[in-house]
């Protein structure tokens, strides 16, 4: 087990490598953060300038040499824009995002694992029917017009919420919900049709024939075996809403999260904060990952590590 | 059965599809929530403002962020300030100046005037403050304004002088930019300048809670007019679409910058001449737009009541023959624009001996408002008399290397146009200069006037200066000019504000209805 852990922390270490080293590159040769900082009438001179003092007229090399020893001793440089240490600043977003994604995945679970069950113990009946469609529904919607939707609909005709912002429930349960939708969709799906796979086993039959009673029968035998793939959606679903879905969410809401600064970010070419927020994101996924993996243990006695 | 089935949960999934969107056609018009304002104060004492994002930060000396501005021209002063009509500088932190010879300005200070930490203002914080932004190692983004400066030195405790590398007739407009902060705070404080600014101005920064607000409170020492509004928060709200909510919500109650489409749906709409506008830089140098009757006739083409009424919703007015607007220093207020007509255009592009050769359009879309519908619009009216226009658009990257190559500059180009200096200068010089970076025009005429006027200290002859090229330009045209376009900002019903041409947000001008 340690062993393993070892392993993988190991490989993320690569992966955290890689994809800085891919932004990296990304940036410096399609990027041109001068073009952006100065109004559109700066002279040729102070363009030079500023390219000058942001040290992005020394050689491509030398200046992935500076970045990485700086990454190493986890120092991005301060921000172009707000002349704070970059790392600093992507953190401080962390908590809001987090806040965020952890309510609505858990929203999510707690209805969408219930109705997977129960439509797959009564296949064909109106709950699975209205489930099949409505999870359909809800994986097809695109986040960011459903937010405006439920805006226009709970905070300003109905005024149970606020539009925006951040601070009290009146704030997060439209973001909530609106970021909830799409893997509670996904989970329904993948729930009911691993649930329905394994009802249909002959174990379950064997553990019928038996005597044992229906909610044993369900919960501990199929559930558990049906558990893992909805633990691995899960796992990807989590990993999607904090680097692409919540960057939506939280545009739409005026939420503080490092979805918005990753968008701001690209926006003003700030290369420091937008490389050490890309690390934040990636580190936080790669632990969501392994995680999951060290899971699948509780609930497959096969997995060994 | 099991049809029923499938037609009873397809009923169900639509019925709760409607329920999400059928509220919004508003079967119950919109009540106000009693649960917004608990127990609501008789008059309200503090309003919010909508920012487009948050200040990246508040040292005013660095970043160039107008979302910063938004807050920061509220805390900081500098020694002059523009009118909020005339554009004309008027005192602030100086009283009076005076111009000792063409490079040496000088300033006297305002007696008794109090920094936010209850310092008073000296002639040190001057210097300190000028000497700051032109720091090369400063790195200050909005240096560019203040090139022209060489250094600054005190008289005597209330006296400072100016010095520049030549003569500079814009002196007085750059001051307006350049804010006065406190010597002993920014030296003490080190990098948490950025947060924690201590100014002159009318209001005073008491929070800010990153990503969520800044909080403003009237400052009691301040040296002017107290202003109206005792307290103020500004939220940061990047989506155009969800200012508008929260302004019809009664949450917020001043949104900068609404779409035109937007205007029709807040409590009161507010609008000021704008900063930006689009234009059609022609090529002067080489190709087909170098005859001057084809530069003529793609003036007299453009329809630009159309566009300003109808892609810009009336939030636009026709451009008057000029990069300028009434008010900016070198304005020229007998220019008109050309009119529309089509025959006209005909005529001259048949005297040009014109065959239906191709003509480049290079734009951009996604940049600014309506870049790519613009384009798009003049190209169709161009090509509505007969000319062969091809129309491309460019990613921003591209668009702007092509913008400051003359070599690659095409037949016709958009771009946008903004002159937060309000004076001549700065457009001539870049765009019309034949050295300038953004230019295609070639007139060694005109480059003579542009060179003479940037160093010309009476302002009479400067501004006649300017008025000659500004009809040079018109008759042998440099541009299509075609609109200028309007800040639009959303206001609650109590709100009073008149919005400035400079785009400023100014918090010491509004007043609520009832105090």
């Known amino acids: 087990m340690l062993r393993y852990v070892f392993t993988r922390l190991i490989y993320t270490v690569v992966v955290i490598l890689g994809v800085s080293l891919l932004v990296f590159v990304i940036t410096h040769v399609i990027g041109n953060p001068v073009n952006v900082m100065l109004p559109l009438q700066a002279s040729e001179e102070e363009r030079a300038q500023l390219k000058h003092q942001l040290g992005l007229d020394k050689p491509l090399s030398t200046q992935l040499k500076e970045f990485l020893a700086g990454m190493v001793r986890l120092d991005f440089g301060k921000s172009w824009w707000q002349q704070e240490p970059a790392l600093q600043l992507a953190l401080r977003r962390v908590p809001a995002t987090f806040q965020l994604v952890i309510m609505a995945f858990t929203v999510a679970a707690l209805i969408s694992i219930p109705l997977g069950i129960i439509a797959a113990y009564r296949p064909g009946s109106i709950i699975d029917r209205f489930l099949t469609t409505t999870s359909l529904v809800g994986v097809c919607l695109p986040s960011f017009w459903v937010g405006l939707l439920l805006v226009i609909t709970f905070a300003v005709k109905l005024g149970w919420f606020a539009t925006s912002g951040y601070g009290t429930y009146r704030h997060i349960v439209l973001p909530v919900v609106t970021l909830a939708i799409l893997p509670a969709g996904h989970m329904a799906q993948i729930m009911r049709f691993s649930m329905l796979d394994q009802l249909n086993q002959q174990y379950v039959t064997t553990a019928r024939a038996k005597g044992l009673d229906e909610a044993t029968v369900v919960f501990k035998h199929a559930l558990k075996n049906a558990a893992t793939a909805v633990l691995t959606m899960g796992g990807m679903d989590l990993g999607r809403m904090l680097a692409g879905e919540t960057a939506a969410v939280e545009m739409v809401y005026a939420w503080p999260g490092f979805g918005s600064l990753i968008l701001e970010t690209i926006a003003r070419q700030d290369f420091p904060l937008l490389q050490a927020s890309v690390f934040v994101v990636a580190v936080i996924i790669c632990l969501i990952n392994l995680a999951v993996d060290l899971s699948y243990g509780l609930f497959d006695p096969r997995i060994r590590y | ?515």
């Not at chain 2, 000029?322 to 007998?334: A, D, I, M, W």
């Open chain 2, 1 to 515: 059965m099991k049809v029923w089935s499938r037609v009873i949960a397809l009923l169900l999934a639509v019925v709760l599809g409607i329920s999400l969107a059928g509220c919004s056609s508003g079967q119950k018009p919109a009540e106000k929530p009693a649960e917004k304002q608990p127990e609501a104060p008789k008059v309200k004492d503090s309003i919010t403002i909508a920012l487009q994002g948050e200040p990246t930060s508040l040292d005013p000396q660095f970043p160039d962020d107008g979302n910063m501005r938004a807050v920061t021209d509220n805390v900081f002063e500098g020694l002059l300030e523009l009118d909020g009509q005339t554009l004309k500088p008027k005192p602030a932190l100086a009283t009076e100046y005076k111009v000792v010879n063409p490079t040496t300005w000088e300033f006297k200070l305002r007696s008794g005037v109090k920094f936010h930490n209850g310092e008073t203002l000296t002639a040190d914080d001057v210097v300190f403050s000028v000497t700051r932004i032109i720091d090369p190692k400063f790195k200050s983004q909005i240096a560019g304004n203040f090139s022209s400066i060489k250094t600054a030195k005190k008289v005597d405790d209330s006296t400072v002088q100016i010095i520049t590398n030549g003569p500079d007739p814009a002196m007085p407009v750059r001051l307006t930019l350049l804010k006065i902060m406190n010597k002993k705070h920014v030296e003490s404080v080190g990098d948490k300048v950025t947060t924690q600014p201590v100014g002159t101005g009318p209001y005073k920064v008491t929070e800010w809670n990153r990503g969520v607000h800044i909080l403003v409170e009237r400052f009691d020492q301040y040296w002017g007019n107290k202003p109206s509004i005792p307290k103020a928060k500004y939220r940061f709200i990047q989506e155009g679409s969800t200012r508008l909510s929260a302004l019809k919500a009664g949450e917020i109650d001043l949104a900068v910058n609404l779409l035109p489409e937007y205007a029709k749906e807040v409590p009161q709409v507010a609008t000021a001449e704008g900063l930006e506008f689009p234009f059609i830089r022609l090529n002067h140098f080489k190709g087909i737009m170098a005859n001057k009757l084809m530069r003529l006739a793609v003036n007299y083409a453009i329809d630009k009541e159309a566009i300003a009424k109808n892609l810009f919703g009336g939030y636009a007015t026709v451009a008057q023959g000029q990069l300028f607007k009434p008010g900016y220093v070198g304005f020229n207020p007998n220019l008109k624009p050309y009119p529309y007509d089509p025959e006209k255009a005909k005529e001259l592009i048949k005297q040009a001996g014109y065959k239906g050769e191709k003509i480049q359009l290079i734009a951009e879309r996604g940049r600014y408002l309506k870049d790519g519908e613009f384009a798009e619009a003049i190209s169709m009216m161009l090509r509505d008399v007969g000319l062969n226009v091809e129309l491309k658009y460019y990613d921003w990257q591209e668009w702007l290397k092509t913008l400051f190559n003359r070599e690659r500059a095409p037949d016709m180009m958009y771009s946008s146009h903004g002159n937060e200096m309000f004076d001549a200068d700065r457009t001539f010089s870049s765009l019309v200069h034949s050295k300038g970076p953004m230019s295609s025009y070639n007139s060694a005429e005109v480059d003579k006037k542009i060179d003479q006027a940037r160093t010309e200290m009476d302002p009479a002859k400067r501004q006649k200066l300017y008025e000659e090229i500004g009809q040079m330009i018109y008759d042998d045209p440099a541009f299509i000019c075609v609109v200028n376009l309007k800040d639009i900002y959303g206001l609650s019903k109590d709100l009073q504000w008149k919005p400035r041409q400079d785009s400023r947000i100014t918090l010491y001008e509004m007043k609520l209805a009832g105090q």
